[in-house]
């Protein structure tokens, strides 16, 4: 099992964050890692998920959403073919402080494919950079993504 996780602080409330966040049709627009999301955000839809790490092979697969908290946490599924081949728990959690949002993002990977499979650090980068563009667009900036 693997774990990698990013955070970053932004200058917004969480339901400010949640909104941007839960707006899968304008991820084209300024998601540089998550470049599409089909589907609603509700527990127990499918969704189709398109990512494009830095420097990888970008793929598409359609994880299974398992929470989601309005305002708080987005959480989905994903698996390679079958379960414990290669599996993937995505996460996005938004904690509210001093009037800010703390945005962590995290993935759990597992499964026998995991160790050939996973570019952790394309990931990270990935993560990193959709951090940074999920910060301009909830506080009104451009992105660069």
Same mark, same amino acid.
């Given at each position: 099992?693997?774990?990698?996780?990013?955070?970053?602080?932004?200058?917004?409330?969480?339901?400010?964050?949640? !909104?941007?966040?839960?707006?899968?049709?304008?991820?084209?627009?300024?998601?540089?890692?998550?470049?599409?999301?089909?589907?609603? *955000?509700?527990?127990? !839809?499918?969704?189709?998920?398109?990512?494009?790490?830095?420097?990888?092979?970008?793929?598409?697969?359609?994880?299974?959403?398992?929470? *989601?908290?309005?305002?708080?946490?987005?959480?989905?599924?994903?698996?390679?073919?079958?379960?414990?081949?290669?599996?993937?728990?995505?996460?996005?959690?938004?904690?509210?402080?001093?009037?800010?949002?703390?945005?962590?993002?995290?993935?759990?990977?597992?499964?026998?494919?995991?160790? *050939?499979?996973?570019?952790?650090?394309?990931?990270?980068?990935?993560?990193? *950079?959709?951090?940074?563009?999920?910060?301009?667009?909830?506080?009104?900036?451009?992105?660069?993504?």
């Amino acid at each position: 099992m693997r774990t990698i996780e990013t955070e970053i602080e932004i200058d917004a409330t969480p339901e400010a964050v949640w !909104a941007v966040l839960t707006d899968f049709e304008s991820y084209p627009e300024w998601n540089p890692f998550v470049t599409r999301i089909e589907g609603e *955000a509700i527990p127990g !839809a499918r969704l189709r998920v398109r990512i494009e790490p830095p420097g990888s092979r970008g793929m598409t697969f359609r994880p299974r959403l398992v929470v *989601a908290e309005p305002n708080r946490r987005l959480e989905w599924l994903g698996r390679l073919v079958v379960p414990n081949l290669f599996d993937g728990r995505h996460e996005f959690r938004l904690e509210r402080v001093d009037g800010k949002t703390r945005f962590v993002h995290r993935e759990t990977f597992s499964g026998l494919l995991m160790p *050939a499979v996973l570019d952790a650090e394309g990931v990270k980068a990935g993560f990193r *950079a959709m951090n940074r563009a999920l910060k301009s667009r909830v506080e009104g900036g451009e992105t660069d993504g």
